[in-house]
């Protein structure tokens, strides 16, 4: 009886149901360690744009393209892959130069960088000025807006409250008129 019970809940072995991810698992997560040590030594050492491209790559083969381009944008577009993951990035960001200039949070000396990546920092905070100026001055319009609406609105509401005293001394007359009309 135990060994039909034993026959009823067991299989065959099936070795084509079971796939071994070991191998995948051990690769993705050196991958994951050595973008984090990239990460690092990008940290440590900001000015080598190499870095930054070796990042870039790390990420481009794994499928994130868009992270690519954030570590690609200093490099100089001579591939079309380089290109096509800088477009996708600034895309992702909605070409804000602002976040740009925040995700790529470059510490390093600018002097020691070639004139590609110098120019794309130049860019980048030119925008970055001429975009907070912009906003500067919509805000001053907005609140001159505001103030000139607020200022309506209170004329409004003083206009409004004058006619209904008004309205009421009117109405005060009309009754003493009745009244001295019935009495007098």
């Not at 591939?79 to 800088?86: E, G, L, N, T």
């Not at 909605?94 to 200039?101: D, E, R, T």
């Not at 925040?102 to 000396?109: A, C």
């Not at 975009?131 to 500067?136: A, D, Q």
Request: glycine content about 4%; charged content about 25%; aromatic content about 10%.
């Amino acid at each position: 009886m135990a060994m039909s019970i034993i026959d009823q809940l067991t299989d065959t072995f099936d070795p084509t149901k079971y796939k071994d991810t070991y191998r995948e698992d051990l690769v993705k997560m050196i991958k994951q360690k050595a973008a984090e040590k990239l990460r690092i030594l990008i940290n440590q050492y900001p000015d080598d744009i190499a870095l930054r491209g070796k990042l870039a790559l790390l990420y481009y083969e794994n499928g994130f393209t868009d992270a690519a381009g954030k570590y690609w944008i200093f490099t100089e577009p001579s591939q079309d892959h380089i290109q096509k993951a800088v477009e996708i990035y600034r895309k992702s960001v909605n070409n804000s130069s602002h976040k740009i200039l925040q995700d790529i949070k470059f510490r390093g000396d600018r002097a020691q960088l070639s004139a590609y990546p110098k120019m794309i920092l130049e860019e980048l905070e030119k925008d970055k000025a001429s975009v907070s100026l912009k906003s500067r001055k919509a805000h001053i319009n907005l609140q001159k807006q505001d103030s000139f609406s607020t200022s309506l609105s209170e004329i409004g509401c003083y206009t409004v409250l004058i006619i209904m005293v008004l309205i009421f001394i009117a109405g005060l007359m009309s009754v003493v008129k009745i009244i001295e009309n019935i009495f007098f």
